[in-house]
């Protein structure tokens, strides 16, 4: 595991963050591969007799990694465009891609793998 995936891995608690496996940067894109540990926190109690990662945990994770990678100090201004595709099961393996501009000062996040399309978003941030 790289020195970046592990001080992103830093970023969460063991029972509320994803397994950050690796992280590979080219210009304003960043691909993080992650894997969703079966025993999170989130999964419990979230959807009655079925375990699935809630949405709302999916865009805090993108908007923590945005903010970690991206825009250190910006404040926070907008959510947009968000899509929730397919359920994100206990064990999943899957990519996110966060690809910002900053002409736009906005992060577009997508959460996916060889099979499905998660969810994606968009993030928007003031410079302060």
């Known amino acids: 595991m790289s020195n970046q995936a592990q001080a992103l891995n830093a970023l969460f608690?063991?029972?509320?963050?994803?397994?950050?496996?690796?992280?590979?940067?080219?210009?304003?894109?960043?691909?993080?591969?992650?894997?969703?540990?079966?025993?999170?926190?989130?999964?419990?109690?979230?959807?009655?007799?079925?375990?699935?990662?809630?949405?709302?945990?999916?865009?805090?994770?993108?908007?923590k990694l945005s903010r970690s990678l991206f825009v250190k100090h910006d404040a926070f201004v907008q959510l947009s465009n968000v899509k929730f595709k397919t359920m994100v099961m206990p064990d999943t393996a899957m990519q996110l891609e966060l690809s910002y501009n900053a002409a736009k000062h906005s992060i577009k996040f997508n959460y996916f793998n060889n099979t499905d399309s998660f969810s994606m978003g968009s993030f928007k941030f003031m410079t302060q």
């Open 13 to 63: 608690k063991p029972s509320e963050g994803p397994q950050i496996l690796s992280v590979d940067a080219a210009d304003s894109t960043i691909l993080i591969a992650l894997h969703v540990p079966d025993q999170l926190s989130w999964f419990d109690g979230h959807f009655p007799g079925q375990k699935i990662l809630p949405g709302v945990v999916q865009v805090n994770w993108a908007g």
